[in-house]
C-alpha cells in the first residue's frame, strides 16, 4: 500500500468540492458551503490563485487534501496558512494526515516561510492530539474575530472613499 | 482635526516598522519583531506583494496603520485577513481605528470578500469592546495552532520530495 502526495489540478475540482463537503460535515457545518465548482477552479486555478491544493492517493485513490494560502506575519514575514487538512474517514490510522502536513510544511521550509499555522475546533481531540505531536504549538491567548454579511456591508458604508459616516 | 486614510507608498515603510515595534511592544513582545524596513519593502511593495497597508493621517501625522492580505475560505471564497491595526496611544479615542477598520471592510466588500478576519489578544479588552461594537463575532470554539523553527524544519525534512521519512 503506497501513499502519493501530489498537486492539485484543474481536473481534481470536483473531488476537492467532495472532499470541502465531508470536512464541513465533520466540523457540524454542512450548510455553510457555497462553494462551487466554477468559484473553485476560478480561484484556485488562474493566474493569481488565491489558494493551493495538495491531493493524497492512497492505492490508486484520491484519499484527502491539504489546501493552503500564504499569510504574512509584521514581525517574522511570510508564512503558509493551511485551511483544510482532511482524509477521508476509512483511510485515517495510515498516516496520510502526516504526509500531507509533513508536504505541507516542506513546501513552507523551500519558500522561506517562518511559520505554518492553522486552527482546529477545541472538540476535535484527535486532530488536537496530532497536531500536538507533530510539533503544533497552541495559541490560546489570541481570540478570532469575524465581521460578516449584514454586519461588514454597514461598516463597509462608512468607510467607502467618500467617506460616508466620517466624524 | 481630520482623519484621512491613504494607502502606503513604498516612501512610509520606516513610519511603518515604528508602528509594528510599538503594536508589539504593547501586545508584550517587543523581541518578536524581526522585520526589516528592507524586508517590508521586499515584501509589500513589489509585483506580487504578501501585504497590504493603509496609513491613517491626522492632522498632517501619521497616525495609525492597518496592514492587511487576503486569505481563502472553502466554504465561502476570498476573504481579507486584517494582520495589524493600530492607533498612537496620544491619538486614541478619536474615532482613528474605526476609520481604518471601516475602509478595511469598504476594501472586501469591494473585493467581492464575504468575510472580514482578525485575531485579538484576551486581556486586550478595550479592542474587544470596540471589535463587538464594530459587529465583530468571536469564534472561541476554534483554537490556533502554529509550527516554527526547529518543530518546522523536522516535520520538513519529512516531507520533502523525496519523502525521506515515508513510512
Redesign the interface.
Known amino acids: 500500500m503506497t501513499?502519493t502526495?501530489r498537486p492539485a489540478a484543474r481536473a481534481d475540482v470536483p473531488r476537492i468540492l467532495e472532499f470541502?463537503r465531508s470536512?464541513?460535515a465533520y466540523e457540524r457545518?454542512p450548510e455553510?458551503?457555497?462553494?462551487t465548482e466554477a468559484?473553485?477552479e476560478r480561484?484556485g486555478f488562474g493566474p493569481?490563485p488565491?489558494?493551493f491544493c495538495l491531493i493524497a492517493e492512497h492505492d490508486g485513490r484520491t484519499a484527502g487534501y491539504a489546501?493552503f494560502?500564504?499569510?504574512?506575519?509584521?514581525?517574522?514575514?511570510?508564512g503558509i496558512?493551511l485551511?483544510?487538512i482532511f482524509v477521508e474517514p476509512e483511510l485515517r490510522g495510515l498516516?496520510i494526515g502526516?504526509?500531507l502536513?509533513?508536504?505541507?510544511?516542506?513546501?513552507?521550509?523551500?519558500k522561506g516561510c517562518?511559520?505554518?499555522?492553522?486552527?482546529?475546533?477545541?472538540?476535535n481531540t484527535p486532530a488536537?492530539e496530532f497536531?500536538r505531536a507533530?510539533?503544533?504549538?497552541?495559541?490560546?491567548?489570541?481570540?478570532?474575530?469575524?465581521?460578516?454579511?449584514e454586519?461588514?456591508?454597514?461598516?463597509?458604508?462608512?468607510?467607502?472613499?467618500d467617506?460616508a459616516?466620517?466624524?
Do not use: H
Open positions: 501513499t502526495i470541502i470536512l464541513a457545518a455553510a458551503v457555497t462553494a468559484s473553485l480561484e493569481n488565491y489558494y489546501l494560502f500564504y499569510n504574512y506575519s509584521t514581525w517574522v514575514g511570510p496558512y485551511e483544510d498516516g502526516k504526509l502536513l509533513e508536504r505541507v510544511a516542506a513546501i513552507a521550509v523551500e517562518a511559520r505554518l499555522q492553522w486552527a482546529v475546533l477545541d472538540w488536537i497536531y507533530m510539533g503544533g504549538e497552541f495559541l490560546d491567548e489570541w481570540r478570532n474575530v469575524r465581521v460578516t454579511g454586519a461588514l456591508r454597514r461598516l463597509a458604508t462608512c468607510g467607502g472613499a467617506g459616516c466620517a466624524p
